[in-house]
């Protein structure tokens, strides 16, 4: 009997050295697991990584990233329609090999390619993949070529979680930024409407937590966790807020250990956002409201 339940101790340990990953609900592949992994990515009209650029058709764009550890990094544009275009490695630059703390643009100074921004209108993402080990991406795109092999964010992000589930856990991490397109404005002159503020789209899930639901809306933003710490999960958002601009102005606890909740009100310049984490049931929920 106690061999059975080594040899059962040791297969489940087995399968716990393996992340699984995470599809959010806009087909963004997460690691479930944290990890001291780092990669950042962000385009020149956002260097802060708000989310809240604007690119016209015709437009030129460059893509930055950077990693605070060696690793292979593994970039992806997706259009507001699903198709995907390949920025790195690609036929003209293969090397995505990435040194430490160093920032890298995309095209790099000197390149012989560009990258411009075409239709449909809508919301694009870049995602960037970083592992400590090179990945395959045979069944995804061809790099000499620059093809894709697949369109369709949700098609990415499966193929991808095919090649990172046998890395170790905590060997791979993901980030995306969002960019709005538009076409170009009529040159005939227009009556001045009225401009909705801006969605959160600067806001993503925290990585190693199961993410139950999510919605987005202009102003607001709110995302559940299977479970979690509330003190780890609000941790979280403050320094991704503060990282940004905002400055904590306000912030209360309230409940015991069970029930335990962070309420918070930050500021930048003339905007307010309040954040709130608290339990519900088996759920850790996560809100975040913008104003001024």
């Known amino acids: 009997m106690k061999r059975r339940i080594a040899t059962c101790i040791a297969g489940l340990?087995?399968?716990?050295?393996?992340?699984?990953?995470?599809?959010?609900?806009?087909?963004?592949?997460?690691?479930?697991?944290?990890?001291?992994?780092?990669?950042?990515?962000?385009?020149?009209?956002?260097?802060?990584?708000?989310?809240?650029?604007?690119?016209?058709f015709g437009d030129k764009i460059k893509i930055f990233t950077r990693v605070n550890q060696n690793a292979y990094v593994y970039l992806f544009n997706i259009n507001a329609d699903g198709q995907i275009d390949l920025i790195l490695p690609n036929a003209y630059n293969p090397n995505n090999y990435l040194r430490a703390g160093e920032t890298y643009?995309?095209?790099?100074?000197?390149?012989?390619?560009?990258?411009?921004?075409?239709?449909?209108?809508?919301?694009?993402?870049?995602?960037?993949?970083?592992?400590?080990?090179p990945l395959s991406l045979v069944q995804i795109a061809d790099i000499k070529s620059g093809q894709m092999r697949l369109q369709g964010a949700s098609n990415l992000a499966r193929a991808l979680s095919i090649v990172v589930t046998p890395l170790p856990e905590r060997d791979w991490v993901s980030d995306v930024v969002r960019y709005s397109v538009q076409p170009r404005l009529s040159s005939n002159p227009q009556p001045p409407?009225?401009?909705?503020?801006?969605?959160?789209?600067?806001?993503?899930?925290?990585?190693?937590?199961?993410?139950?639901?999510?919605?987005?809306?202009?102003?607001?933003?709110?995302?559940?966790?299977?479970?979690?710490d509330v003190e780890q999960i609000?941790?979280?958002?403050?320094?991704?807020?503060?990282?940004?601009?905002?400055?904590?102005?306000?912030?209360?606890?309230?409940?015991?250990?069970?029930?335990?909740?962070?309420?918070?009100?930050?500021?930048?310049?003339?905007?307010?956002?309040?954040?709130?984490?608290?339990p519900r049931g088996g759920e850790m929920v996560v809100k975040l409201e913008w104003g001024r």
Do not use: C
């Not at 643009?105 to 075409?118: H, K, L, M, N, W």
């Not at 899930?205 to 639901?213: D, L, R, S, T």
């Open 13 to 56: 340990l087995s399968l716990m050295a393996y992340a699984t990953p995470v599809l959010s609900p806009q087909g963004i592949i997460v690691n479930p697991i944290p990890t001291d992994l780092e990669v950042q990515t962000w385009v020149d009209r956002d260097p802060q990584g708000f989310g809240n650029s604007v690119y016209y």
């Open 105 to 133: 643009s995309f095209p790099e100074t000197g390149a012989r390619y560009e990258f411009t921004i075409s239709g449909p209108a809508g919301v694009d993402q870049v995602l960037a993949v970083a592992s400590r080990s």
């Open 193 to 228: 409407v009225a401009t909705p503020r801006p969605p959160i789209f600067f806001i993503t899930p925290m990585p190693g937590y199961w993410v139950v639901w999510e919605d987005r809306e202009d102003t607001e933003y709110r995302v559940a966790y299977r479970g979690g």
């Open 234 to 278: 609000f941790s979280y958002y403050h320094r991704d807020l503060m990282s940004k601009g905002w400055v904590r102005v306000n912030f209360k606890s309230k409940g015991g250990k069970k029930n335990q909740t962070y309420e918070a009100e930050y500021r930048r310049g003339g905007d307010r956002l309040e954040v709130s984490v608290s």
